[in-house]
């Protein structure tokens, strides 16, 4: 076995018993002795170990001793290794020469003395051990002086890394640190969707970073390439292009044009390595030499894969920065809405409880009782009047059921009306119901079902008023009138047959006048006739006064029947005018009559049109003192009827009085000293028969002036 403290030496004689006394001699635990029978198998081992000194013997079958000599001084590895001849017989100077000038340190001749031989080997074992520790020191000392390098590199590193939590930030400064550190153009291509997007390019000279930017946007990677970017950004593995061949450059599949271009910038070596956190490659960066003429060596791409690697941490540290940042004002906008909302929300709710309040204070101000029940039956508000009445205090109720307070009896009663309602009717009622404080009062009900969303009724609400009062008066007020009813009927018929009663004398009265005026019962002196005139005229009058009186009981009493037939106006009105003729002319008034080409015969009673136009005939007579009454007969066929209008030109009626004249016994001026005669009661009679016969009567007066009665009577 190797061992570290053992130095090699090798021992090289064709002849076995040679080798065995060698071995002899030069045992120790500080030599591994390594025989070799033969020029060729020494050569052999040569290629494998290093050696503190060779032991060569000269006279050999095949090479001799001299010949390879030449050959191990020939080679790098082992031109340095001391070699000692051993001889029995070229003990000539010219032989220890050949040995001395082929390279060997010593020559010594068999047989040797063990303790020269054993002193010799020593020394050369000694100075290889010396060479070697000295070899192990420069080399720690090296590793020291790179370990230092490497140890700043990374705090300068970390130190620009930590500076920035921004993303873009972060990759131009890993690109500046390693311009022109370890590249001539560094080029950070990032993953964005499927894509590589250049994120950025750093070059020693920036003419070049403008060059590789053009390049870039005239020959967009190809993410099937086999070399470079593409490759990487696929396997995650590191790229080492220790030389950037033409065949190299014609791999990434663009045109010749992109080779010229391409070789005009001069790239020699390239390593590519991914930008990779936690199993994810997120792009990836390209280090080119160019005119420095760096070839990167492993150490290299070691580094490169260590600056991307801790790139690859910033750009992930700066990701979760910047999410963590977001997340944080997204917590902040949310806290922000939802102080707002809160806000907005107890605004509401002051809101809501303010019209509460005002619904509670109107409802609670009406007069009506209002009682809100809900879809469970159960009661959620009474206002102060239904509480009042019922006894059923809001806060006592609230949330108990109808049929809990009312009990099984008056909830029976109003069952149907609530569960109707609940199913969305409108239910009414009016009834007497039992009052809390005994007896029965008289209440409308109305239960109106409260539909909230969706059509989905909700409650309903119960208004109830109290009639007792109104009911009572109504009643009380329906008697009165079939009382009053009675008395009018009874008095229409005593006042009927009273008259009735007073025509009989009063006729007897007129008859015995006109005998004894007519001097029947013998001559009457002259200044005898006057008095009996006067009797003649006041019994006639009374006559009259009886008659309307008569007249008027008989159409209120309903005993007055219409008599239908076909009446021709204008041969009524001509008869009654040729009748008052005499009276006309006593008072020197002009009489016109105006009718229409072609007046409709009327179904009507004709009697009774004779007394309204008689009546008014006379009243027109009664009040002119002079000037014209006019009659004017037209037709309406628009109404279906024919007009009578009778004007004079007499003393007029005043406004005011114009809706009274037609009320029974009313006279506009009904002093005992009035110059005209009547008693009131010709109008009431027009307007009553003008009634039965489905007929209008209306007045227009221009007080002073004279006034218009028009009637109206329909054809049918
Ligand atoms: P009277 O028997 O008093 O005429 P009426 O009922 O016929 O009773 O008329 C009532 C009152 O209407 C009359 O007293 C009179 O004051 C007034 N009146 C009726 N017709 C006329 C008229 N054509 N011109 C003026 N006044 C009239």
Excluded at 89 to 105: C, L, N, P, R, T
Aim: proline content about 4%; glycine content about 6%; aromatic content about 8%.
């Amino acid at each position: 076995m190797n061992n570290v403290f053992q130095v090699n030496i090798l021992l090289v004689d064709d002849r076995p018993e040679n080798l065995l006394a060698l071995e002899a001699i030069l045992d120790s635990p500080d030599y591994r002795l390594v025989r070799a029978h033969s020029a060729e198998e020494a050569l052999k081992c040569l290629l494998t170990d290093d050696f503190a000194v060779i032991l060569l013997d000269v006279q050999m079958p095949g090479l001799n001793g001299f010949e390879t000599a030449m050959l191990i001084k020939k080679r790098e590895r082992s031109k340095y290794i001391p070699i000692i001849f051993l001889t029995a017989i070229s003990k000539e100077d010219q032989y220890v020469f050949k040995g001395y000038s082929v390279g060997a340190v010593d020559y010594m001749f068999k047989p040797f003395h063990p303790d020269l031989l054993r002193s010799k080997v020593a020394v050369f074992a000694d100075l290889y051990k010396k060479n070697q520790a000295l070899l192990r020191e420069r080399e720690a000392r090296a590793g020291v002086e790179a370990g230092h390098r490497y140890l700043s590199f990374l705090v300068d590193l970390s130190t620009l890394l930590a500076s920035t939590l921004d993303y873009q930030a972060t990759l131009e400064g890993v690109a500046r640190f390693a311009v022109p550190r370890f590249a001539d153009d560094c080029i950070i291509d990032m993953l964005e969707g499927e894509s590589l997007r250049r994120a950025v390019v750093a070059s020693a000279d920036p003419a070049r970073k403008e060059f590789i930017r053009t390049l870039q946007e005239r020959y967009p990677p190809k993410p099937e390439a086999p070399y470079g970017a593409a490759k990487v950004l696929r396997t995650g593995v590191p790229e080492h292009y220790r030389e950037v061949t033409d065949s190299l450059l014609k791999g990434l599949g663009h045109d010749d044009a992109f080779l010229k271009i391409v070789k005009q910038w001069g790239v020699k070596s390239a390593v590519v390595v991914p930008i990779a956190v936690r199993g994810r490659t997120l792009g990836t960066m390209t280090l080119l030499s160019a005119e420095s003429g760096r070839v990167y060596s492993d150490e290299d791409l070691a580094i490169t894969h260590e600056l991307a690697r801790r790139a690859a941490f910033a750009i992930d540290h700066a990701r979760l920065y910047r999410e963590a940042q977001e997340e944080i004002a997204e917590r902040k906008r949310a806290e922000a809405a939802l102080k707002e909302s809160e806000a907005r929300f107890r605004l509401m709710a002051d809101e809501i409880q303010k019209k509460e309040d005002e619904l509670r204070l109107i409802t609670n101000a009406l007069p009506v009782l209002i009682s809100y029940v809900d879809a469970e039956q159960r009661y959620r508000f009474n206002n102060k009047a239904y509480e009042a009445w019922f006894g059923h205090l809001t806060d006592e109720v609230r949330g108990k059921t109808v049929r809990e307070v009312l009990g099984e009896a008056a909830y029976k009663a109003i069952q149907p009306f609530i569960e109707a309602a609940l199913k969305g009717e409108r239910m009414s009622f009016e009834r007497w119901v039992p009052y809390k404080e005994g007896g029965e009062r008289y209440v409308s009900a109305a239960f109106i079902p409260h539909i909230g969303r969706e059509e989905k009724v909700e409650g309903y609400i119960a208004l109830f008023t109290d009639l007792t009062e109104r009911k009572w008066a109504e009643e009380a007020l329906k008697r009165k009138s079939i009382e009053a009813e009675e008395a009018s009927r009874i008095k229409s018929e005593f006042v009927s047959n009273v008259s009735h009663e007073l025509r009989t004398p009063l006729n007897a009265i007129l008859g015995y006048t006109h005998l004894l005026l007519d001097d029947t019962y013998g001559p009457l002196k002259g200044d005898q006739k006057v008095p009996l005139q006067g009797v003649l005229r006041n019994a006639e009058d009374l006559v009259n006064l009886v008659n309307g009186v008569l007249d008027l009981s008989k159409i209120e009493s309903g005993k007055l029947s219409v008599i239908l037939e076909e009446v021709d106006l204008v041969s009524v009105v001509q008869d009654i005018l040729s009748g008052m003729k005499p009276l006309f002319r006593e008072k020197s008034l002009q009489v016109r009559l105006n009718k229409a080409k072609e007046l409709p015969a009327i179904q009507s009673d004709r009697e009774k049109i004779r007394q309204i136009v008689v009546n008014l005939l006379s009243n027109a007579l009664k009040f002119t003192i002079e000037g014209e009454i006019t009659i004017t007969l037209r037709s309406l066929p628009e109404r279906d009827g024919i007009e009578v209008g009778i004007k004079d030109t007499g003393i007029g009626i005043q406004q005011e009085e114009l809706p009274k004249i037609f009320n029974a016994f009313h006279q506009v001026d009904a002093t005992s000293t009035r110059e005209f005669g009547g008693v009131g009661l010709g109008l009431a009679i027009v307007k009553e028969l003008t009634g039965l016969l489905k007929g209008e009567i209306r007045v227009e007066s221009n007080y002073g002036k004279g006034s218009t009665f028009t009637l109206f009577l329909p054809c049918r």
